[in-house]
């Protein structure tokens, strides 16, 4: 079936991928109502902001492909949904026994329903446009940015396989010269023909020119043939040479004309060699019979015993032990399986002790002193040792711990590894082949965080290679790769999947042993080039199942261009809901959620925001923070706009681009270009990001560059990963009977959503455990204060009970439960979100709180209780490998607010990764940590000895709307200028029974401080309006604790944060206001407090501030249901918002400043809206394709056209 367009005509279908073609034959204007592919919120916040009952818009459904949705404002949003039927006609769905309606185009059934008493809550009225500042899916670049016109593409546009055996693209450039023919010489011949000529001299030209290279290669090919063809028969006729003499100096025709000559003999050749070779070989073995060569086989590379120099570390015990050496050697035997112990004596004698692999219990990093290690030893049955060792640096320590968990996996009784390591690396290779020599790269060797010398050799489980503008073909680049890592490992890699867009292609190549571990191979590719419809610019994407684990990769190439960070950001959300990989039940949820594991890399072109003198002389010096601070994917990731609780680990290399070609000790920024100098700033424009699942293991041992491979202008990016996996598992215990069956059970579920509608909702439930999805019934409650946000809530009862198919502790654990958040008029997503059911296994029911997001936007948040109960005989269970390493908790520095080792390395995962995250300690106890928000349990945990630990960071389920700032209070760094504090207004004390708050102490109830890590980047400056006067009447300001949930430190001690005052207005208690940024507070307190704002003028009123509360306004353990006063915050203006960023982006000076010189600029909206958006490739367009983009005026044709004309 074939959708029909707004108007009736055959068109892309809704939700397709792609803007409409600029160059199709019948221009329609589109009804201003149809904002196609515009997405459920934006909608919903349009009509909001228009405010008007009646106003309605159409866009593409995000349910079913094909349909629309009509979303009406009658004072707040409904949907409606627009299905085809099975002869192509459109309807609204009605409820049963309502006649259907039937209409040949959405036109017609709109036209009808502007009429009214139509059975809709309202008529449609006011037509809501589509917004010209607002960049949609066709105002999108798509211009290159740096190369005058985008690359053609290979021979084979997008092509994937799996396997050893691939297409091969054309290489010889034969496209471009075919095109500039087309383009020049076609007509001259044409002219020819007229004339009355019998040849065609020029496109004869064309093709001699296309076959120089295919003589050489064939003279060549001839040539070796001959002499291999004597070897075989000594009296063969020299034919070849007298063709080769022959066809010397001869050219045009007779050129063209010998070369199939020479083709011709070339297969007779290789015919009649195979049979010649047969024969003498058959006579050779008849003669004299020799065994066959054995093949040689090689095996991979045995890691040698390394050894490290430490020193016992002296504790004040020790102190009585003076004299004696505290030098030790480690030698660590992979193969053999055991560690030695060596203390040397200054007597040269030695004293050694050796421990077998199952004799080291435990690994215990210290995180104050980043080269510390503690090794707990088995002494004797049940008795345990612990000795602290200092190593020479924090890399030799890491390369040790390394290499005993490969000592361990390698000696494991398991028959399934538990971690495997993986390597990602990207490179934008130039439009250049590669140089033979690439060990750098996929050694993590160069600058940055790179691996140890003793690491750097052994190899990873797992390659994969992401590359952009490779010129080579799919299968030669594979067998490149193979090959480079044969000769460095002596591992014959197996290819798991190839796929490329274009020339941007990834790579998965796996260890043998492996390969049978791999399954469900999935590759995808989404173009987001010029129009969407050239694969210049895009993604290609890999995923398979590792065992029981999802990964997914994704390789990238975007927008370029200093001023494109919108644009980049849109092509980022367009490739994270269209590429289409992983379990295909999944379709629900976009890529960010369908995997254990995803990894995201390529050159993502963010910029620096810096002039380049400030730039080039920060790299000069060798300063990367304030770089880091200007970096636009920072800024964006800080917005919440992309990359949605990505990690990326600490960056410590220079600027991957853009070098002089050849050398690693130039920049070159500026290149001519016809329109003038294009400065292209030294940035990071080659990054890798990553995103797990909650309470899994992933680490990143290296990310860096390599310094030594300069035939690009950027440097190859590499990263190596430790990554946890879970088995495929089988019951030891066989199928549950009922009696013995585990069930996960929910006593409520509530959930805040970004939303103006007022529909019901029901939950859907995924999850890998579970034999088919689930569905609840549709919430029993709802509530609302603000038309742009709904508190929806859903009781025992409307929630089902999910049976696992397998009981087992160990399988659930390690198991993962994915919710959707649905509406009942359109069946559309309003969030999702993934929790990990490790946290909830017991016999009491835990709270659970994380944040829902769709299409890439944090959409709110969604909390709840349940528990997973597991069958007394069903809960054995084993420690994984990745837990053997732990964090000394004594001595973890989180709790003063400095980020860890590699934990910027996205604080987002490391709070999003649980335990397992990288630097970050263990759980914290009386916390269930759900993508890193911390939860006050209802059962109190017992504290570990030594005292209540600090949690390193409770997110208080912040979520981002343009226009509402907000900064989290944060601890000075040590040794950095301290920051302003920021204060919050306190809601009401919980009134909830004390067995909820845990019955704190008056102890408790002192106030603490937020243990947050320092931000990255410094908030961006206060909107005019906003700023704030110096205040020195109300004295030093009091820290006030942070409302939201979980919101207090492990132990009962609270923490704070909060918010400024508005409108120069002193905060509670006579507190000055602080720094802003962008980030805002939790969306509980932003629903409530938005309803004092008056929305559609944008312009907000402060609210009076509450009073502060007894005992020191001491924040709510869990929340009372009206979840406490509102917060006052700054105006909200969405709209002036929007038009800034424009602003920023384009600027007067780019094509949209031409529209204005010319007058003209009221078509602005209709050229952006069918992709001409820049003056490169407006010099192409036609009177036909102006009038499709709206420019009906002859005189303003004219003027659009000879304006063009003289541009060229």
């Known amino acids: 079936m074939s959708p029909r367009g707004p108007l009736g005509i055959s068109s892309v279908p809704p939700g397709a991928h792609g803007a409409p073609n600029p160059r199709r034959a019948a221009p329609v204007p589109v009804p201003p109502w149809y904002h196609r592919d515009l997405s459920r919120a934006a909608a919903e916040e349009q009509l909001a902001r228009a405010g008007r009952d009646g106003s309605f818009l159409v866009r593409d459904s995000e349910s079913v492909a094909g349909a629309y949705a009509l979303c009406l404002f009658q004072k707040h949003v409904h949907t ?246 505290q030098k030790y050697t480690l030698s660590v035997d992979v193969e053999g399986g055991k560690l030695v112990v060596l203390k040397k004596q200054k007597d040269s004698q030695e004293d050694w002790n050796t421990f077998t692999h199952d004799k080291i219990r435990q690994l215990i990093k210290s995180q ?102 490779n010129s080579l073909g799919d299968k030669e680049w594979v067998d490149f790769l193979r090959t480079v890592l044969k000769d460095f490992t002596e591992v014959e890699y197996r290819p798991v999947a190839m796929q490329s867009l274009w020339n941007i292609k990834v790579v998965v190549l796996v260890k043998p042993e492996h390969e049978n571990r791999i399954s469900h191979v999935s590759t995808s590719s989404v173009k987001t080039g010029i129009a969407n419809t050239l694969g210049n610019k895009g993604a290609v994407g890999v995923s398979f199942m590792f065992n029981g684990t999802s990964f997914g990769f994704v390789n990238c190439h975007l927008t370029s261009g200093n001023e494109k960070t919108a644009r980049r950001n849109q092509n980022y959300l367009d490739i994270l809901r269209l590429l289409s990989l992983g379990d295909k039940q999944l379709s629900s949820f976009d890529i960010s959620l369908r995997f254990t594991h995803l990894f995201w890399f390529g050159d993502l072109n963010y910029r620096l925001d810096m002039d380049i003198q400030e730039i080039l002389n920060y790299i000069s010096r060798k300063e990367l923070e304030p770089l880091l601070k200007v970096d636009q994917l920072n800024l964006e990731k800080e917005k919440h706009k992309v990359f949605l609780r990505f990690g990326e680990e600490e960056i410590t290399f220079p600027p991957t681009y853009r070098y002089e070609r050849g050398s690693r000790d130039t920049y070159v920024w500026h290149k001519q270009k016809p329109t003038g100098v294009r400065t ?192 007394t005989e069903r809960l054995g269970t084993r420690e994984r490998l990745y837990e053997w390493i732990s964090v000394d908790k004594d001595e973890t520095t989180a709790s003063k607010g400095k980020v860890p080792l590699g934990a910027r390395a996205t604080q987002d995962n490391a709070k999003y990764g649980g335990q397992g995250s990288a630097g970050w300690g263990a759980p914290v106890p009386g916390v269930r940590e759900v993508s890193g928000i911390g939860l006050s349990t209802v059962e109190a945990m017992p504290e570990l000895s030594g005292g209540p630990l600090k949690n390193s960071f409770n997110n208080p389920a912040y979520y981002v709307l343009e226009g509402v700032p907000h900064q989290l209070l944060v601890p000075g760094d040590p040794g950095k200028p301290p920051k302003a504090k920021v204060q919050l207004a306190v809601p009401e004390r919980c009134q909830c029974p004390s067995a909820c708050c845990g019955g704190e102490s008056d102890e408790e109830e002192d106030l603490g401080t937020l243990n947050l890590p320092p931000p990255d980047f410094p908030p961006p400056p206060l909107p005019r309006e906003l700023e704030l006067p110096p205040n020195t009447i109300f004295g030093t300001p009091k820290e006030l604790p942070v409302p939201g949930f979980g919101m207090e430190g492990a132990g009962g001690t609270p923490v704070t944060g909060g ?111 069918n992709g001409w958006d820049d003056l490169e490739f407006l010099s192409d367009i036609t009177e036909e394709d102006l009038e499709e983009a709206g420019v009906l005026e002859p005189g303003h044709k004219r003027v659009l056209l000879e304006s063009l004309q003289l541009r060229k």
Not at 273 to 301: F, G, H, V, Y
């Open 1059 to 1169: 918010l400024p005052a508005v409108g120069g207005l002193p905060t509670p208690g006579g507190l000055p206001g602080g720094l802003l940024d962008d980030r805002s507070c939790s969306v509980l307190q932003m629903a409530k407090t938005l309803s004092e704002v008056d929305y559609g003028a944008g312009k907000g009123r402060v609210i009076p501030p509450p009073p502060l509360l007894a005992k020191g306004g001491l924040p709510p353990r869990c929340l009372h249901p009206d979840y406490g006063r509102p917060l006052a915050f700054p105006p909200h203006s969405i709209q002036e918002s929007i038009q800034e960023d424009l602003a920023e982006e384009v600027g007067d000076t780019g094509w949209v400043g031409w529209l204005r010189a010319l007058g003209l600029e009221r078509y602005e909206e209709g050229l952006v809206r």
């Open 368 to 469: 104050r002193v980043q080269n510390k290690l503690g090794i707990v030893f088995e002494k004797e049955k049940d008795k345990t040792q612990r000795k602290d060792f200092v190593f020479v640096s924090a890399r030799k320590r890491e390369a040790f711990c390394q290499l005993l968990q490969l000592m361990k996996n390698k000696h494991s009784h398991q028959d399934e590894p538990d971690m495997i390591s993986v390597f990602i690396g990207t490179w934008n290779m130039g439009s250049v082949p590669p140089p033979k020599n690439i060990t750098s790269w996929i050694t993590s060797k160069g600058l940055g965080k790179t691996l140890d010398e003793v690491t750097m050799a052994i190899p990873h489980d797992i390659y994969v290679f992401g590359t952009q503008e």
């Open 680 to 871: 292209n700033v030294p940035s990071w424009c080659d990054r890798i990001l990553w995103k797990s699942y909650p309470e899994t293991h992933v680490n990143c041992n290296a990310y860096g560059c390599t310094d030594d491979i300069v035939t690009s202008d950027h440097s190859p990016v590499f990263g190596s990963f430790e990554v946890g996996v879970t088995s495929q598992f089988v019951s030891k215990k066989g199928l549950s009977k009922s009696s013995e069956q585990a069930y996960i059970e929910f006593e409520s579920i509530e959930a805040i959503v970004k939303t103006s509608s007022r529909t019901k909702f029901f939950i859907e439930f995924y999850s890998t455990c579970l034999e088919e999805f689930k569905k609840s019934f549709e919430n029993d409650s709802q509530s609302s204060d603000n038309i742009n946000f709904l508190k929806v809530q859903w009781s025992s009862r409307q929630l089902p009970t999910l049976k696992p198919i397998l009981s087992e502790i160990e399988y659930l654990q390690d198991q993962h439960l994915l919710l959707t958040v649905k509406s009942l008029d359109g069946y559309e997503s309003y969030g999702e979100c993934v929790i990990a059911l490790k946290s909830m296994i017991g016999s009491t029911a835990q709270q659970f709180l994380t944040y829902l997001s769709h299409r890439g936007e944090e959409t709110g948040n969604i909390r709840g209780s349940m528990k997973v109960r597991v069958p």
């Open 80 to 325: 409606y949904r627009i299905l085809p039927d099975e002869e192509d006609f459109l309807a609204v769905q009605t409820s049963q026994g309502v006649q259907v309606r039937r209409f040949k185009t959405l036109s017609e059934l709109i036209a009808l329903y502007l009429q009214p008493n139509q059975g809709l809550v309202c008529t449609l009225l006011f037509p809501v446009e589509r917004e010209k500042e607002k960049e949609t899916v066709e105002d999108r670049d798509y211009s290159d940015g740096e190369d005058e016109k985008p690359p053609l593409p290979p021979r084979s546009g997008s092509t994937s396989f799996s396997g050893t055996s691939g297409p091969v693209e054309s290489t010889n450039g034969l496209s471009s010269i075919s095109h500039e023919y087309l383009k020049g010489s076609y007509t001259l011949d044409l002219e020819a023909v007229k004339g009355g000529a019998n040849s065609l001299p020029h496109l004869n030209k064309t093709l001699v020119t296309s076959c120089k290279r295919l003589h050489s290669e064939v003279d060549k090919v001839l040539a070796g043939l001959e002499i291999l063809s004597k070897v075989f028969d000594q009296q063969s006729s020299p034919t070849v040479s007298k063709i080769l003499q022959q066809t010397a100096g001869q050219s045009g025709e007779q050129e063209l004309e010998n070369l199939v000559l020479k083709l011709s003999v070339l297969k007779d050749f290789l015919s009649s060699i195979e049979k010649k070779a047969l024969k003498a070989l058959q006579e050779m073995s008849s003669a004299t019979p020799t065994t066959p060569p054995q093949p040689l086989s090689r095996k991979a590379k045995s890691i040698p015993v390394q050894t490290f120099e430490v020193k016992l570390d002296i504790t004040l015990g020790d102190l009585t032990k003076i004299g004696k050496s």
